[in-house]
């Protein structure tokens, strides 16, 4: 964690889904050393209970809350639990995500399931139990992850991931025309090529046939995007709303 504590998020109470590796753990620990009062939330339960323990011991608060967030039931206990804990939920960080190279003949039914559910169905279901929590708050701020793949498209993943990510795109505009005049803006982030625990399969010599491409000449990394999904968090992008923001280095440019 950071060894500079501000107060950006002071009295805010942040929700980060998919926190236990990668993107959202890192958000998470930066979300809590400016302040946030952290819910943090996975599938993998020792390793979420790990970064709460590392946010105690930084000083920071967080509440690990154990979540699939493909089950309806699940992610309305999630919302449930942080005002029980913390009063309101101010900010919703949808991060989980779900992601299998592979064909479009090696897409199963299986696997098409539940690249939706996790990718898609988990990010309408948390927007709507937290909405109504948002409202009497008269402020909220959603960002969610998409990717790059949601607007140019991928071969490289199996073909359900780009749709699903398509789909939170336009999801992102529809939240934001509906909340916005209720003080909450909606925006997403679409990132490519960030090194995490998801992009294991990438080999080092297309880790370095990627970088060569992206005009930066560099990989993306976690610290990119916390940075990004802190800044749409926070009040300093009070005017965007309904945006998906590229953060990829050039390499895709819209």
């Known amino acids: 964690m950071a060894t500079t504590r501000t107060e950006r998020f002071r009295d805010k109470v942040a929700i980060v889904t998919g926190a236990a590796r990668g993107i959202g753990r890192r958000t998470a620990l930066d979300f809590a050393a400016e302040g946030a009062k952290v819910v943090a939330t996975d599938i993998v339960a020792d390793e979420l209970e790990d970064l709460g323990d590392e946010i105690g011991a930084s000083g920071g608060t967080c509440l690990a809350h154990r979540c699939d967030i493909s089950d309806r039931s699940a992610v309305d206990g999630l919302i449930d639990a942080a005002c029980r804990e913390y009063g309101s939920v101010h900010i919703l960080i949808n991060n989980a995500g779900f992601l299998i190279a592979g064909t479009i003949e090696e897409t199963s039914d299986e696997l098409i399931e539940r690249t939706i559910d996790v990718n898609l169905k988990g990010v309408l279901y948390a927007i709507r139990a937290v909405a109504p929590v948002m409202k009497m708050n008269g402020y909220g701020r959603i960002v969610n992850v998409a990717s790059i793949t949601g607007k ?24 934001a025309r509906e909340l916005g005049p209720e003080g909450i803006t909606c925006n997403s982030i679409a990132p490519h090529a960030v090194m995490t625990p998801m992009m294991e399969y990438w ?9 060569a491409m992206i005009p930066v000449r560099r990989l993306g990394t976690v610290e990119d995007m916390s940075s990004l999904l802190r800044f749409l968090a926070s009040d300093e992008s009070s005017f965007i709303n309904g945006e998906t923001v590229n953060i990829n280095g050039g390499y895709y440019m819209d």
């Open 152 to 175: 140019s498209g991928d071969n490289s993943t199996i073909f359900a991931y780009g749709a699903s990510k398509g789909a939170v795109i336009s999801l992102t505009r529809s939240v």
């Open 203 to 211: 080999d080092q010599a297309k880790r370095e046939a990627i970088a």
